[in-house]
T-cell receptor
Framework: ETGVTQTPRHLVMGMTNKKSLKCEQHLGHNAMYWYKQSAKKPLELMFVYSLEERVENNSVPSRFSPECPNSSHLFLHLHTLQPEDSALYLC???????????FGPGTRLTVL | EDQVTQSPEALRLQEGESSSLNCSYT??????LFWYRQDPGKGPEFLFTLYSAGEEKEKERLKATLTKKESFLHITAPKPEDSATYLCAVVTSGTYKYIFGTGTRLKVLA
């Protein structure tokens, strides 16, 4: 499959659960991003990785923990989330960290 | 404070009725301005990047322009399949700072 893929596409979790979101790209891009998209609000940048190093961290709560083991994979580990964390989480990639080019389909997260 | 504002929030056009979407920005320094299209339930799809005032980019019925304060996305003779939310984002110079607007929801009626 080409482009940026994300799994799972939908996730429902309780506030005490621990889960992980996965993002994968085989485009040869060196930068990967996590965004949060909530209704009626602009996309919020969470993290940017360039060549597996975090280059941006937008004051995201510690209950969100990113991991970038290589330039093709990006994870977002979730623990003790709040209902207000319910949103669409989008992964994106680009050749360099100058701005996201290719977005994945997103993971629709619901926190109960 | 760095800011991106898109207008209008929503727009309804008849098929063939040309119009423009606006993205105005206030940033300390512009590295680039991006336009995306987002369909319901999907991630944004990259359309254009503009880097300097006076630059223009075209793709099918879409044309993006950039000034020192704003960007326009012109839609010529739109079709129903152009219905989507159009997002604008800026990347500031210096430390990488990405700021998205809230988007314009476009509906093109047949």
């Amino acid at each position: 499959e080409t482009g940026v893929t994300q799994t799972p596409r939908h996730l429902v979790m309780g506030m005490t659960n621990k889960k992980s979101l996965k993002c994968e790209q085989h485009l040869g891009h060196n930068a990967m991003y996590w965004y949060k998209q909530s209704a009626k609000k602009p996309l919020e940048l969470m993290f940017v990785y360039s060549l597996e190093e975090r280059v941006e961290n937008n004051s995201v709560p510690s209950r969100f923990s990113p991991e970038c083991p290589n330039s093709s994979h990006l994870f977002l580990h979730l623990h003790t989330l709040q209902p207000e964390d319910s949103a669409l989480y989008l992964c994106a990639s680009s050749q360099d960290p100058s701005g996201p080019r290719i977005f994945g389909p997103g993971t629709r997260l619901t926190v109960l | 404070e760095d800011q991106v504002t898109q207008s209008p929030e929503a727009l309804r056009l008849q098929e063939g009725e040309s119009s423009s979407l606006n993205c105005s920005y206030t940033v300390s320094g512009l590295r680039g301005l991006f336009w995306y299209r987002q369909d319901p339930g999907k991630g944004p799809e990259f359309l254009f990047t503009l880097y300097s005032a006076g630059e223009e980019k075209e793709k099918e019925r879409l044309k993006a322009t950039l000034t020192k304060k704003e960007s326009f996305l012109h839609i010529t003779a739109p079709k129903p399949e152009d219905s989507a939310t159009y997002l604008c984002a800026v990347v500031t110079s210096g430390t990488y700072k990405y700021i998205f607007g809230t988007g314009t929801r476009l509906k093109v009626l047949a």
